[in-house]
Each structure stands twice: as structure tokens, then as C-alpha cells.
């Protein structure tokens, strides 16, 4: 079964007078199966946001259907709608988004507390998410003490530990050095392999490089996809950015 | 040229950030004109000419000094914060290429404007309403009205030194602050990265140790005189256990807190005990500030506002009775003298007939005053003490038939006596007078005309009635001479004892008629011979100079209550400004981890009540426990009317509590605007 489903998605704002229209999104499809790792790319303004804000049940479509393990998100209910969120999707996002009022513990612990968990279950959790991403010994710290590799570290422990049905990445390397981004960039790996699904969204290539597909997007359509098949990451690496450099050329669909 | 460029820069710097600085500004006008009423009213000639008008003056020149104090430190204050949120600013000019010197000249001319412009505008309303000023005062103190506007030159030169040298101070602390920093610095130092507040147990146990010693004092307080003593103790005690507790004791309690797993981890309380910690640590002082700030308004208003609606019962305690009127005679034979007693009554009568009035509750007894300097050791017999180790007592003699005329027949054998004390400890059982020894027959429970004396004296007042009023009068002298013998006293220096006739009435009049009845009897007493001098009290003589003190203190006390209510106003208006800019990030996180906005407004909300409420519920408590206090020291201005303390304290109580409630209501709403300006995207 699909796992997402996204189905002829369009947006379109308007101006607060009415006047003008951009058309953010014009007709998005795609789906994504239970244990994927997607990427999506493209430049600026190309409505990768959008398409986020959308996937996250943040922002309403103009026209078209997200489904989620089946169930459409505009049939959730408003007041339902951050519970949803909150057991279903996970999210990392390029500024951490850590509260620097918490420790790492308590930061990670977050959603959990929200969602009205027992602290026996919280701790059992804690402990197996974040011994998969060594961050047992800085629970205790505050996020002004870590590094950004270990904050984004953490965001990743937080998104990941109410099981999501899918991890919602936005340019989660953007703010790292290279370092740290390979570092991520292995966690991300090695997540997926355990059975998370990813979605990324970024401009890096290094980072679509990692996944297992990569979705391509351009003036608010899905334009091309590669699939990483059995070629290596730097192998991946190359047709990415071939890929990239057409796109960037202005050529039609390869 | 290069001057108006900094001119320039420094004119849309302050329009550009007109958020924090109207604040500021109207505080500087405020204050400005604030300080302008109370000197000009100082010195002005209309409140000379008044009743007690010197009193007044120098009350208002105390008031002055007080303000100046409050506005030094006020404006630092709200200064503080306006810099704190300008480093961008000026970090962004050192790196589009203006150094550290071209800055100090943005600054100052900064400075420049703010003061020339809070000086206009502060003299221009303080003009304009040191006259409504001056008529409230008037009115207050009941005295005469004077309808010309008049601007005084000494005023105005001192409100522009003072704030002169204000402005200055702040801005070279600007300056200092500047040079500390280097530009990187200056661009993030607002959101340069935090510490977690650490609890420091000891100045949050320290904090407690302090109030609870200073509410100890505040509650065994026993009398006036040690109230005066302790009393800034006190205040001092509280002022540093407020700013500890609110600054380590509030992040300690949420720390507790945080270790009690099972009450933290819980949706309502996870977010609000966290974000309070940090909270109450960032803005500790300024919570404590509101509540001593708040405190004293408090005790300021109660204080002064009791004072000024007791008056009447302030006279009453004073002067128990309308008139008093003491003859005194040279040397004790005068207790015999009744011829110029009888000459005393006749003249009294004609002048009451004259203003037309009735003596009511017309008492009247001899009695012989001692000096103040009776020692323990001779009026009990015992061997002589040293001066420094014998306790003094002031003695009045009475005799018997003088007491028994007007507290019923009481029969005494020749040695024995009544004592009254005025509620303070006698010496003994027997006393020795004049070389024979009393028992003291009975303890009396209150003796006629002793209220009339000043009870504020530390010095104890004796009451002994003894048979015979020339007993009395020879009792007296022996003993005197006794005293004088012995070095002990010496008539030269305390004017040796004296006989008296004390005459005590009430008339019902009005105030007028008992005004012109006192003069009727300036008039017949003075004429009369001089075998003796008389003095009259008067209730009614003596209102208005009650009114013109009490008047002035609460006068003053307004103002200093409107002073520190603006003050008050300003820093939560500050507080709510900052803590909504710092919030409105973390909001916007809160949303995407999957807190609704209804949850966020609600902890929020409970947070902020908390936060909000805390100074004024301390505020509260202070006043609680200084009420025993200030009833001991209202008793000094002569005030023990409990009931209308307690009436006073809870009017001001109710009206600050409704002036808070209509700030915070009015700035949580700043708040919220501010924080729902998040962002709502992922």
C-alpha cells in the first residue's frame, strides 16, 4: 500500500486584495511506499515550501488530495489536526527549532509530554531512541551548549520518537558544516534502514545524494525523478547534478 | 554637514524604535513635570503665608529630594532597556564603517534631543499644572486660595540641572557600554545565547531568612519609639529578601519543581514551569522592583491617607477635651491661694457668656508639678544610684479633695497615697517622700486629666494623691529641698516645683465660635494679675496647623504615589514588550512540535497571570505585615483609630489592585499581538 499519496496538488495564493495570483503549485502528483527515502529538489521558488507546508497539514491545497496511510488529510478535523500531526509526522528543520528553555531531554521529550504519555513509556522510549543516535551522555545540556550537528542530533530524536508514519525533513543540512552534514546524513541512513520513512526537502545535492529517490520539482510540477537503484552515492551524485545542470538549462523532460 | 548626519541618524533611530522610546519619553516629561510641582510648590510664597506653611515647605523640600532620588534611578532604569535593544543598531553603523567616536555623537545627540524635548514638555505640563497642583494642596490643607499662575524661575533652573546631570549619567553609561563591545557582539547581543538559570539555594534560603526577620520585627514591634527605630530596618530587610526571593527563590521553586518527574512531564505544567524559570530569572529584578514599587504606593498612600482622614481623631487623642486651661502659681502655696482661683473661674465665665457658649464636663484640680527628674532610687528609698543607672520619673502631686471631687470620696490615713501610672511600670509599693515613707493604698485604672499630657514623652508620668492640699505643697518642698541638698536638683536649671490649676471644659461649638471663644479668653486671662500665668490649648486653635501637616504629608504622598504608579505602569509595559519579543520564536516552535495555538495561548496565559500577579500578591503581603508598624507609628501623629486603617489600607488595596488589573489587561494585549506576528509556515 501507498504509504502518501499525493494527487494532482494545486495552490494558488492570492494577494490580500484579490488582485494579483501566483500559482504556487500546479499540479504536484507523486507517492511515496512504507520505508522510502525520497529527496525533493529544486530551486527557490520552485514550491518545494509549499509542497511541505501542504505534506505537513500546516497549509490547505487549492485543488488536489494528500492521503496518508490512507487517509485524506483534509478529512481530519481542525481541532484533531495537531494531535494528527503529532503522532503521524515528524519534522527537522534547518534552524533546529529547539526550545533553548529545555534541555536536550526535555526538548526531546516534547511531543511525548504533549501527547500525555506516562514518564515510565517516555523514559523507555528516550533511552532506545537516543542511544540509536549517541545522544545519551548531552541529555542533560541546553542547546546553547551543543554544537549544531548535536542540536539538529536532537531535533532528529524529537521528530522520531513518536514513531512517525513519515519524517518530514526541510533542508535539514542548511545549517551545518560538512561535517556535521555527513554526519546527518549517515543518521538519516541509518533511520531509513531501520524502517523510517524519510521525505527530504533541499537544495544540496550531497544531501538528495543519500537518498534512495530523488524527485525533481520545477515551476510547480514534479519535472523528472531519478532512482538511486544500485548505484553508488557518488555515482548518484553525478546524476544528480547532471540532472540539475539540464534543469538549470532550461531543457525539456528527459 | 557632518553634524547633521549624525543628527539624522540620531532623529530616526529614536522615531524608528518610537515603540520602546514614547515610553520612555513620556516617563522623562512625567517625571520632569513632576519634580517642577513639588519644588515649585516648595518655594512658593502663597504656601508661606499659610498656617504651618513652614512645615509644609519643608515637607515638599523633603518630597523634592525623594523625587530627584526616584528619578535618577527610574530613568537609569527604563534607559537601561532602550540601550540594551539599540546595540543592533549601533553594531549594524560600526560595520557599515562609523566607529566607536561617530557612534558617541549619534548617542549624543540622542541624549541632546531626549532632553531638550523632555524639558520642554515637562516644564511646559508642569506649568500648566502646578497650579491645579498648588489648589489640590489648598484644598487639602483647607487653606486660602490664591487664583494667580505664577512660574518659578528657581524651579525651572533646578529641574533643568538636575535633569541635566540625569542625562548626562546616562549618557555616558550608553558610552561605556558602547566601548565594552565589539560590533559582532553588538549585532546579536540580543539574542546572544542564554544560560539556564542555575537555583542558587543559598540567596533564595538567604532571601527567605531576610523577610521572615524583617516581618518578625514588623509584628513584635511594641511601641512608637521602637517602631521609628526599625522601621527602616525593616524596609531596608524586605527590599533585599524581595529581590533575592524573586530572583533565586522563584527559580528555585520551579527547579523542586522540575525534579518532581511526575508533576513536571505533564502537558499543563511541562512548558510553563520550564519557560518560568527562565522567565523569572531574566526578569527577577523587574518583578521585584514592581512590588516594592507597588509596596510602596501602598504604604505610602495608607500611611499619608490615614493620617489625612484621622485628623479629627488625631485632635481628639491630642486634646481629649476642647479647652485646657493651666494656671500656674509660683512656688506650691498657690494651692491655697483661692482668691485668684475664684478670679480665674470669674473670668472664664465672662468670657464664655461673651462667646456665647457652655462649659460642659467642667473639671478642675490642683495639683504640684515636680521637674522632670525625680529618680527611682529616692522615691523608693533605696541608696542613691548614679544618674545614668536610675530610671526618672515626672511626678504630679494631687490632693485628695481636688482627686475626691471629681473620682468620689476615697479617705486616705497619712500614710498612704493613690498612685496612677501612665501604663508604663512604678517604682514600688511604698514610696518615700520627703523624707516619710507611703504605702501606696491603691493602684488607680485612670486618673482625671491625665490624657491631657503628652503621653508621647519617653519619660513615665507619676500620679500620687496625698491628703491635704497644704500636705501636698509641703510634702513637695521638703523633699525638693532634699533633692536640691543633695545636688540632685537645682532651681536655676529646672525651675524648681510649682503649683497648679488645671481647668478642663467642652463647648459643643462650632469651630468658629470656639475660635472666638479662645480669643475671649487670650484676652480676660491675660489681664488678669499676675500672681500667676495662664495658658490656653484649644482644640480648635490647633486644627488647622493638624491640617496643613497631615494635609502636606498626603499631599505628598499622592504625587509620590502617582510617581510610582507611572513607574510601575512602565516597567510592565517593558517587561510585556521584551518577554513578547523573546516569545514570539519560541511560539512559532511550539506550533510546529504540535502545540495548538489554544494550548500555547493558555499556558501562556497561566504563566503570565502568575508571573503578573506575584509582585502585587507580595505587594500585599508587605503591607499585611507592616500594618503593626505603621499602627505604631500612626500613634505618634496621635492616630489609633484601627478601624480606619484597616478601611484605608483596603481602599488603596482595591484601587491599585483595579489600576494593575487595567494595565495588565491592556499590555497582554500589546503581548499577544506581538507573538501572534509569528509566523505560521513550517
Known amino acids: ?254 | 554637514m557632518k553634524t547633521g548626519l549624525y543628527f539624522r541618524l540620531a532623529q530616526t533611530g529614536i522615531r524608528r524604535s518610537r515603540r520602546t522610546y514614547l515610553p520612555y519619553f513620556f516617563t522623562c516629561v512625567g517625571m520632569t513635570a513632576m519634580f517642577y510641582i513639588i519644588a515649585s510648590l516648595a518655594s512658593s510664597p502663597s504656601l508661606t503665608d499659610m498656617a504651618g506653611g513652614r512645615t509644609l515647605s519643608s515637607i515638599l523640600g523633603f518630597g523634592t529630594f525623594v523625587m530627584a532620588l526616584f528619578a535618577v534611578i527610574f530613568l537609569f532604569y527604563t534607559n537601561s532597556f532602550l540601550i540594551r535593544r539599540r546595540k543592533k543598531e549601533f553594531g549594524l553603523y560600526n560595520i557599515l564603517g562609523m566607529s566607536k567616536k561617530h557612534i558617541a555623537f549619534v548617542l549624543l545627540w540622542e541624549t541632546l534631543i531626549t532632553y531638550v524635548a523632555s524639558l520642554t514638555g515637562g516644564l511646559f505640563f508642569g506649568i500648566l499644572l502646578s497650579k491645579a497642583a498648588e489648589l489640590c494642596l489648598v484644598n487639602l490643607t483647607r487653606g486660602t486660595v490664591r487664583y494667580d499662575l505664577s512660574v518659578s524661575p528657581f524651579a525651572i533652573s533646578m529641574t533643568a540641572v538636575l535633569f541635566g546631570a540625569v542625562f548626562f549619567l546616562i549618557l555616558l553609561s550608553g558610552l561605556w557600554q558602547i566601548r565594552l563591545n565589539n560590533p559582532v557582539a553588538l549585532l546579536r547581543s540580543e539574542n546572544a545565547g542564554e544560560k539556564p538559570p542555575r537555583a542558587n539555594y543559598l540567596l533564595g534560603v538567604g532571601g527567605a531568612v531576610l523577610l521572615a526577620a524583617a516581618y518578625w520585627m514588623a509584628i513584635t514591634v511594641a511601641d512608637p519609639i521602637q517602631a521609628i527605630t526599625e522601621f527602616f530596618v525593616a524596609v531596608m530587610l524586605v527590599i533585599v529578601a524581595t529581590f533575592l526571593l524573586f530572583i533565586a527563590g522563584s527559580v528555585m521553586l520551579c527547579r523542586l519543581l522540575q525534579k518532581n518527574k511526575a508533576y513536571y512531564y505533564r502537558p499543563a505544567h511541562f512548558v510553563s514551569v520550564s519557560s518560568m524559570a527562565f522567565r523569572m530569572k531574566r526578569n527577577g529584578a523587574g518583578l521585584a522592583s514592581i512590588c516594592i514599587l507597588a509596596t510602596m504606593v501602598l504604604v505610602t498612600l495608607t500611611g499619608s491617607g490615614c493620617l489625612y482622614f484621622g485628623v479629627e481623631d488625631s485632635l481628639r487623642t491630642r486634646y481629649p477635651t476642647e479647652f485646657v486651661i493651666t494656671a500656674q502659681f509660683d512656688g506650691t502655696d498657690a494651692l491655697e491661694d483661692t482668691e485668684s482661683i475664684s478670679m480665674l473661674e470669674g473670668a472664664l465665665d465672662r468670657a464664655l457668656a461673651r462667646a456665647g457658649c457652655e462649659a460642659k464636663n467642667r473639671i478642675a484640680l490642683h495639683r504640684v508639678v515636680y521637674p522632670t527628674l525625680s529618680a527611682e532610687s529616692l522615691l523608693t528609698g533605696q541608696p542613691e544610684k548614679a544618674p545614668t543607672e536610675d530610671r526618672f520619673f515626672r511626678l504630679h502631686l494631687i490632693p485628695l479633695a481636688d482627686y475626691a471631687a471629681l473620682a468620689g470620696s476615697e479617705t486616705l490615713s497619712e500614710h498612704e497615697l493613690l498612685l496612677y501610672s501612665d501604663g508604663r511600670p512604678y517604682p514600688a509599693d511604698t514610696i518615700v517622700l520627703g523624707g516619710e515613707t507611703f504605702s501606696v493604698k491603691r493602684v488607680l485604672d485612670s486618673f482625671p486629666l491625665a490624657e491631657e499630657a503628652d503621653d508621647r514623652n519617653p519619660i513615665p508620668t507619676l500620679y500620687l494623691v496625698v491628703g491635704g492640699r497644704g500636705r501636698c505643697g509641703a510634702l513637695a518642698q521638703a523633699d525638693y529641698l532634699e533633692r536640691v541638698r543633695q545636688g540632685r536638683a537645682d532651681p536655676e536649671r529646672d525651675g524648681g516645683v510649682n503649683g497648679d490649676w488645671v481647668c478642663a471644659f467642652d463647648t459643643g461649638a462650632s469651630s468658629q465660635t470656639q475660635a472666638a471663644l479662645t480669643e475671649e479668653l487670650r484676652e480676660s486671662l491675660g489681664s488678669l494679675d499676675d500672681a500667676f500665668s495662664a495658658s490656653i490649648i484649644s482644640r480648635a486653635a490647633n486644627r488647622s496647623e493638624f491640617l496643613t501637616l497631615y494635609g502636606g504629608l498626603f499631599f505628598l504622598g499622592l504625587l509620590l504615589s502617582i510617581a510610582f504608579s507611572c513607574a510601575t505602569v512602565l516597567i510592565i509595559y517593558y517587561k510585556q514588550l521584551s518577554e513578547g519579543l523573546e516569545d514570539q520564536a519560541r511560539f512559532d516552535i511550539m506550533k510546529k512540535v504540535g502545540m495548538t495555538a489554544r494550548d500555547i495561548r493558555k499556558s501562556v496565559n497561566s504563566q503570565m497571570l502568575t508571573v503578573f500577579f506575584l509582585p502585587l500578591a507580595a505587594a500585599v503581603l508587605h503591607l499585611c505585615f507592616a500594618f503593626p508598624m505603621l499602627h505604631q507609628l500612626l500613634q505618634l501623629f496621635d492616630l489609633k483609630n484601627l478601624p480606619l486603617l484597616l478601611t484605608t489600607a483596603g481602599i488603596c488595596v482595591g484601587g491599585f489592585a483595579l489600576l494593575y488589573v487595567l494595565v495588565y489587561r491592556s499590555t497582554s494585549n500589546a503581548y499577544f499581538r506581538i507573538v501572534s506576528g509569528a509566523k505560521d509556515r513550517i
Not at chain 1, 499525493?6 to 495570483?21: D, N, P
Not at chain 1, 545524494?209 to 530523488?214: D, N
Open chain 1, 1 to 254: 500500500m501507498q504509504l502518501l499519496e499525493v494527487r494532482q496538488l494545486q495552490k494558488i495564493y492570492r494577494t490580500r486584495l484579490g488582485g494579483q495570483q501566483v500559482e504556487a503549485l500546479h499540479s504536484v502528483s507523486f507517492s511515496v511506499e512504507k520505508g522510502e527515502y525520497v529527496a525533493i529538489m529544486g530551486e527557490s521558488g520552485s514550491g518545494k515550501t509549499t509542497l511541505l507546508n501542504i505534506l505537513a497539514a500546516l497549509d490547505k491545497p487549492t485543488a488536489g488530495s494528500v492521503r496518508l496511510e490512507g487517509r485524506d488529510l483534509s478529512s481530519v478535523k481542525e481541532s484533531a489536526m495537531t494531535a494528527f500531526r503529532r503522532d503521524n509526522l515528524g519534522f527537522v528543520f534547518q534552524e533546529f527549532n529547539l526550545l533553548d528553555t529545555f534541555t536536550l531531554e526535555d526538548n526531546i521529550l516534547l511531543p511525548l509530554v504533549l501527547g500525555g504519555r506516562s514518564h515510565a513509556d517516555m523514559q523507555r522510549r528516550l533511552e532506545s531512541v537516543c542511544r540509536e543516535l549517541g545522544l545519551l551522555p548531552l541529555l542533560k545540556k541546553y542547546p546553547y551548549e551543543v554544537s549544531g550537528g548535536q542540536k539538529q542530533r536532537a531535533a532528529v530524536a524529537r521528530a522520531i520518537i513518536t514513531n512517525p508514519a513519515i519524517l518530514l525533513a526541510d533542508e535539514p543540512t542548511g545549517a551545518l558544516d560538512s561535517h556535521s552534514t555527513d554526519d546527518l546524513l549517515r543518521l538519516f541512513g541509518q533511520i531509513n534502514e531501520s524502517g523510517q520513512t524519510i521525505l527530504m526537502v533541499t537544495h544540496s545535492v550531497k544531501a538528495a545524494s543519500h537518498a534512495r529517490r530523488v524527485l525533481f520539482i520545477r515551476d510547480g510540477e514534479v519535472f523528472h525523478q531519478l532512482y538511486r537503484g544500485e548505484a553508488t552515492d557518488v555515482q548518484f551524485y553525478q546524476r544528480i547534478s547532471d540532472t540539475l545542470t539540464v534543469l538549470a538549462g532550461g531543457g525539456t523532460q528527459a
